[in-house]
Every structure is written in structure tokens, then in C-alpha cells.
């Protein structure tokens, strides 16, 4: 079974700042995904990646896959940013198994 | 492009009784998951259909059903409901192993 470890759970930041948002898990991966979820529930896939480094306006993702781990940085952070930012690896065999998720980190963006 | 659709919205049912939840894919998409979101659990994986064929299951009873049709449009079943199926349940559709588009989920009360 995956264990997909976040941090922080909760993280409260003045506008402006550099954020960023740590995942580990515990088995091999054939993908890792980023969502964000806003009050609402619903959820927007904001990166999938295997190796290496996304970059995507001010958010940016890196996948270490040796160190099984993963990290989500937002630049010059906004009030609209605040959501809850859940990775979810994809574990190997082909992509055959369903995707495992992290407990979320609660993201507030104060002005 | 029409997103993920999900339907209904909103649902109240009684301890005991069936449920059926509908999801309509991304023109084209193949492959629909289906995952339950609650506070004390967050996101789990149900299962997923590709083509018509439950590729995967997650670690939920028998209660838990689902189904895909020949135009990729999914129902998932739960029978004879508990208060802790109380959830927000959501479908995902993809293009085998690339980003997932999920619906606004259906937000589940049973009372």
C-alpha cells in the first residue's frame, strides 16, 4: 500500500510570499498528479509529472523519483490561491491501479 | 470541450436504501474513476472502468458498485446505505495515464 505523507497540513501566508508544499510516498510511481481543490469540492488537476520539473504561470512542480518525492512551490502567492493543494501518486504496474491521494494541505493567502 | 458531468448534484437519502450516481466523460475519454472524499478520510479511490471493464477497485465493501457503458458514461451503486457513505463522491475521466478531468462530484447525505 502507498503511504503519501504532506506537509504542512495547514499553512497561512501574507500575499506575495514563496510557498511551497512537500509530498513522500512509499512505493514506486509511474506519475505523480497535483490537484487543487476549492471550498466547493471541486478539484482541478493542476500538474502530472514523472521526472524532473513542470512550471505552469507561478505554480512549479518537481519530482525527485529516486527520493520518492515530490514538492509544489507557488510564486508571488495571491489570495485566489487559497485551496487545498492534495498530491496524489499514481503507483506503477502501468498505470493499472487508481490513484492514491495525500491528506491535502489547507493553503489561506491573507492580503 | 463539455467537462466531466456529474449528476445529481445533490442527494439525501435514508439509512438502507440505494443510490446510483451518473457520470458522463470528456468526449473520448476511456477511462472514469470514481473516489469518496470525507473529512475524517479525504480522497480514496473507488474503482476504475476502462472500456467497459473494472481495470481496479479500491479497498471498499461490496455495497460499492459501478458500471461503464459502450458511450463511456459510468453509474456507480451503493446499496443499502449507511451514515457513513455521508460523502462527497467524484468521477474523474482520462485519456489512459494523462491529466484527469474530474466533475463537481455529488455530494451524498445519508440520513
Given at each position: ?43 482541478v488537476s ?8 513542470k512550471k ?56 | ?111
Open positions: 500500500k502507498n503511504e503519501v505523507e504532506q506537509s504542512p497540513q495547514n499553512l497561512t501566508a501574507q500575499e506575495g510570499e514563496f510557498i511551497t508544499i512537500n509530498c513522500s510516498y512509499s512505493v514506486g510511481i509511474s506519475a505523480l498528479h497535483w490537484l487543487q481543490q476549492h471550498p466547493g469540492g471541486g478539484i493542476l500538474f502530472m509529472l514523472s521526472s524532473g520539473k505552469h504561470g507561478r505554480l512549479i512542480a518537481t519530482i525527485n523519483i529516486q527520493e520518492k518525492h515530490s514538492s509544489l512551490h507557488i510564486t508571488a502567492s495571491h489570495p485566489r490561491d487559497s485551496a487545498v493543494y492534495i498530491c496524489a501518486p499514481h503507483p506503477g504496474r502501468g498505470g493499472a491501479d487508481g490513484l492514491t491521494f495525500g491528506k491535502g494541505t489547507h493553503l489561506i493567502i491573507q492580503p | 470541450k463539455a467537462g466531466v458531468t456529474q449528476t445529481p448534484r445533490y442527494l439525501i437519502k435514508t439509512r438502507g436504501q440505494q443510490v446510483t450516481l451518473s457520470c458522463s466523460p470528456i468526449s473520448g475519454h476511456r477511462s472514469v474513476s470514481w473516489y469518496q472524499q470525507t473529512p475524517g478520510q479525504g480522497l480514496q479511490f473507488l474503482f476504475e472502468y476502462f472500456s467497459e471493464t473494472q481495470r481496479n477497485k479500491g479497498n471498499f465493501p461490496g455495497r460499492f458498485s459501478g458500471r461503464q457503458f459502450s458511450n463511456s458514461r459510468s453509474e456507480m451503486n451503493v446499496s443499502t446505505l449507511e451514515l457513513g457513505d455521508s460523502a462527497l463522491y467524484l468521477c474523474a475521466s482520462s485519456l489512459g495515464q494523462t491529466s484527469y478531468t474530474f466533475g463537481s462530484g455529488t455530494r451524498l447525505t445519508v440520513v
